[in-house]
């Protein structure tokens, strides 16, 4: 274990990552920042942080902005639920946190968007709290040192060794360190999380239906109160898939009615 905490650290402090949510500990900028990476490439992040953040510098800017002006800063990044999360999270910070994002897992995992992960990341990096958490490259650290020739290793055998290696006087910087040691293992093995039970290939994005809601977006965000046939025939997609789509994403809260047409509502309420 001693052994194994040297080199993580050793590599880290050789050859750290510089990125800009690891300059600050606002929690707001590291929130921000932990939902953008969520399957999004590091790379594609760096490009849209600071737009982001210079648009919407602080929680109370993110709660009073429309959805329509938080959906086209975040177009690029994909998976535009995150988005939508990140603005119902801020609305209720604002309501029932006094515009702070509390400094408790508990209360951190009570918010909309913010699962176990990103509360345990949260409170590591803005707050010191020392609590074990796994995402990819974590979990790829363990699976390469701990489980070699193993398949199908649980989130349940790593856990333990988390626990046990965790820096819990700084564990801010032990968690870039190991996450820097994923990022390099990637590069020279195939990717050991693919032994991972908890791996997801994610799907192709190309001809998905992934694809369509983004389209269906955009068009609804260039052209408020467009109509199906409208849709139809700007998209050239099938009738059923749209109507199907336009229903899910209005139930979501994306879009809105406007008429006999459609809109990205200025509020985050559902229907």
């Not at 803005?126 to 650290?141: D, H, K, Y």
Request: proline share 7%.
């Amino acid at each position: 274990m001693e052994r194994f905490c040297r080199e993580i650290y050793r590599r880290y402090r050789e050859n750290p990552r510089p990125m800009p949510w690891r300059q600050t500990r606002d929690p707001y900028r590291i929130l921000v920042s932990e939902i953008m990476l969520q399957q999004t490439q590091v790379s594609r992040v760096l490009v849209k942080y600071e737009q982001f953040l210079t648009a919407f510098p602080t929680i109370a800017a993110l709660a009073a902005a429309p959805l329509p002006e938080l959906l086209e800063v975040w177009s690029g990044l994909g998976y535009n639920r995150r988005a939508l999360a990140l603005k119902r999270c801020a609305d209720q910070v604002m309501t029932d946190c006094g515009g702070h994002l509390p400094n408790s897992i508990e209360e951190l995992e009570s918010l909309p968007g913010i699962g176990p992960y990103t509360a345990r990341a949260v409170g590591a990096f803005a707050f010191g709290i020392a609590t074990p958490l796994i995402e990819t490259n974590v979990r790829s650290v363990f699976i390469h040192f701990f489980f070699q020739g193993c398949e199908t290793v649980t989130d349940r055998q790593i856990m333990p060794l988390v626990s046990a290696t965790l820096d819990r006087h700084n564990p801010r910087e032990w968690y870039y360190a190991l996450m820097d040691y994923g990022a390099f293992l990637k590069q020279q093995y195939p990717n050991p999380s693919r032994r991972s039970r908890h791996h997801v290939q994610q799907s192709r994005f190309e001809g998905s239906n992934r694809q369509l809601r983004s389209h269906i977006l955009q068009s609804v965000l260039a052209h408020p109160g467009i109509t199906v046939p409208q849709l139809l025939e700007l998209l050239a997609c099938d009738r059923t898939a749209l109507k199907k789509n336009l229903i899910a994403m209005s139930k979501e809260g994306f879009l809105g009615r406007s008429g006999d047409g459609f809109q990205v509502p200025h509020d985050t309420k559902k229907g």
